[in-house]
């Protein structure tokens, strides 16, 4: 071997002739030079002059920020229906951001339509339908059929994931026009007649909340007639916990970043997009300075040097209020200007994680980051991060007005405090439902107004798509964090989703499977690869169920996040519970 080499390098030619001419006459000397030929330009795509001049008016007197890059999509998509790639191009040249950066951000979220050169521009007008479990119960399947069946003229129809309008199915929206309790003819009727714009719903404004003695609290932090020391007390004997999901002990992390150097950031998780679950937009579109003032209390106690609010695009109306509320904040002189940003979300469920939320808010994919560092102590542009979900800061105003104790003892069956439960299904009225924490199904349908006529409870999902399936045997359980570990559940956002005997709950695993397939993030392989196979192997008309547990492991131990570990429960419990069906 070693003669081979030798014999080889001793018989090549001069490394200098692989590169350079053996023509001398090649060979450029000064006095010798050659003109170029053909007008010089820069390598790669070349910008548009039109798309830059409409990009560099579209964000004139606006700061020219990589974080703000997902705020200037949605400023073009809402502009013109549509980004086109002149668009991102003129838009990575402002910013100074790299092409493929742009693009890879604009194509990873749902909201934004992109349009590759010489593909035709979307329809001005499109009607997206709820396609969730609780949407699908009510009828969304037949709806996009009848829709597509009209083929009406210059309006697009496509489905959608949960819109947070759960207690409303089927819903569906007509541009920025999020409806409920939708019919092919009412939606056809709004979009015919461009009825595509958000309505304000009537909620508690800013005088209405001063009178009934609002923001006396934060007044009370700021005179120091109430401690920060005291606050936090409060809220650790009401056990408060992050009601997104995770279920943390809220005092304990207020006291952590707390704890942390300045400069600190506050980052609002209002991005609830489990299926089944509409608590907080409840609590925004009616309550929202409760939840403000709670919001500014915290962040008072953690010395924040500024807020994020991360709000789900699917919630327009309420980005609307919000902003016309903190701007009377602002008047009123109880906060400065720009202490609270609104940033939209773009349809991506993934974003409910807390560090793929902070990736999107500076302008990023929402990929979730490795563990640790943890986002308290590294998160938002590197510095520590506090990130409360909507609902956890509603109840801090209740909390220390009425004391923490008192909070704590409007629980049941071991578990404290109160709870928001989403409930949905097959009930006669689906809404929002403030009961004890701890308490179980049967109780929830009874104050649900009871099941729907002619339906039989069979099954429920407690925690949203991925919270698993339960039988209605278990009907006795305390809903509560930890209460559902042993069955291989868990309670999640409190989001409740009804069954009857009418259900499939083969057709109910394969909706939730669907769902998690086309949320994932791709970023590693046990999510992107198993939430594939998973749908794959559900459709088929008897389930490898040795296999699917196999995959379920795989897909639970090696997932970077909660999506891909949490994805297989659907899967898991319908084998566990009713195997017969599946």
Request: aromatic share 8%.
């Amino acid at each position: 071997m070693a003669f081979f080499v030798v014999s080889l390098i001793a018989t090549s030619p001069p490394i200098s002739s692989l590169f350079m001419p053996n023509d001398p006459s090649h060979i450029v000397r000064p006095g010798n030079k050659k003109k170029r030929k053909g007008k010089f330009t820069e390598k790669g795509r070349q910008l548009d002059a039109n798309a830059q001049q409409a990009i560099k008016q579209l964000l004139a007197n606006k700061p020219h920020r990589k974080d703000l890059l997902i705020e200037y999509l949605h400023l073009i998509q809402d502009t013109w229906s549509y980004i086109s790639e002149q668009h991102l191009m003129a838009l990575a040249d402002i910013l100074k951001l790299p092409q493929a950066a742009v693009y890879e951000v604009a194509t990873f979220y749902h909201h934004f339509d992109v349009i590759k050169e010489n593909e035709a521009a979307p329809p001005p007008i499109t009607i997206r339908v709820c396609q969730s479990l609780s949407c699908c119960l009510a009828g969304a399947d037949n709806l996009i059929l009848e829709l597509n069946k009209q083929n009406p003229e210059n309006i697009r129809i496509t489905s959608a994931p949960c819109m947070g309008l759960c207690n409303q199915a089927p819903a569906a929206a007509v541009g920025k026009n999020y409806l409920g309790q939708v019919t092919s003819s009412s939606l056809l009727y709004a979009a015919q007649n461009n009825l595509t714009q958000a309505n304000v719903p009537t909620y508690q404004r800013y005088e209405q909340y001063i009178n009934a003695n609002g923001y006396q609290l934060l007044a009370s932090l700021s005179k120091q007639t109430l401690s920060v020391t005291d606050a936090i007390n409060e809220i650790e004997k009401s056990n408060l916990k992050g009601l997104g999901g995770a279920g943390f002990p809220t005092a304990s992390k207020l006291r952590l970043v707390k704890a942390e150097p300045a400069p600190k950031y506050f980052c609002v998780n209002a991005d609830e997009g489990e299926p089944g679950t509409f608590k907080d937009r409840h609590y925004l579109s009616t309550a929202p300075h409760q939840f403000l003032e709670g919001l500014l209390i915290a962040a008072y106690i953690i010395d924040a040097n500024k807020i994020f609010i991360y709000l789900r695009d699917e919630y327009p109306a309420i980005h609307q209020l919000l902003h016309n509320e903190i701007q009377l904040l602002i008047n009123h002189k109880i906060i400065k200007e720009d202490y609270i940003e609104v940033r939209r979300g773009a349809g991506a469920y993934i974003c409910g994680e807390e560090s793929a939320m902070i990736e999107s808010i500076e302008g990023k994919r929402g990929i979730p980051r490795q563990r640790p560092p943890y986002v308290a102590h590294q998160g938002l542009f590197g510095r520590p991060t506090l990130v409360q979900n909507v609902e956890t800061l509603y109840w801090i105003p209740t909390i220390l007005t009425d004391g923490g104790e008192h909070f704590a003892q409007q629980g049941k069956n071991g578990a404290s405090g109160l709870r928001t439960f989403s409930v949905s299904g097959r009930i006669n009225k689906p809404g929002v439902i403030v009961a004890p924490a701890g308490s179980n199904i049967r109780e929830l349908i009874h104050l649900a107004g009871g099941m729907l006529k002619g339906h039989s409870f069979k099954a429920y999902l407690p925690g949203g798509a991925s919270g698993g399936i339960l039988p209605s045997s278990l009907d006795n359980i305390p809903l509560d964090f930890g209460s559902l570990t042993e069955y291989g559940c868990f309670i999640g956002s409190h989001a409740i989703i009804v069954l009857s005997d009418k259900d499939s709950i083969k057709a109910t695993s394969q909706n939730l499977l669907a769902f998690f397939n086309d949320e994932s993030c791709g970023q590693c392989s046990p999510c992107r690869v198993g939430c594939e196979k998973a749908s794959s192997l559900l459709s088929e008309q008897q389930w490898n169920k040795p296999l699917l547990k196999e995959l379920c492991t795989t897909m639970a131990d090696a997932s970077i996040c909660g999506l891909g570990q949490a994805a297989p429960n659907p899967i898991l419990s319908s084998i566990k519970y009713f195997g017969d069906e599946v």
